[in-house]
């Protein structure tokens, strides 16, 4: 094993493959609208997806989210493109 690399056993699928949703604002009463795909996280701060889940242009009220599991819950997290 090459030093500094992450061991295979710290990855977890049911924690670092996250599903897409297209969610309201919370503005707007936030709820799931559509399914578009997963993405999986690298790190604790990269999450790659496949554009083809993301290519799709939304109305304004609406936004890309990955859903993320926190405290026994879930919550909605604004997936954002680079500008």
Request: aromatic residues 10%.
């Amino acid at each position: 094993m090459t030093i500094g690399m992450l061991r295979p056993d710290r990855y977890r699928v049911d924690r670092d493959i996250l599903p897409i949703f297209a969610v309201t604002l919370p503005e707007a009463g936030q709820r799931l609208i559509s399914f578009h795909g997963t993405g999986f996280l690298i790190g604790k701060q990269v999450f790659v997806s496949r554009w083809h889940c993301l290519d799709k242009s939304l109305p304004n009220e609406q936004f890309y989210a990955a859903l993320v599991r926190i405290n026994g819950g879930y919550r909605a997290v604004a997936l954002i493109e680079p500008g």
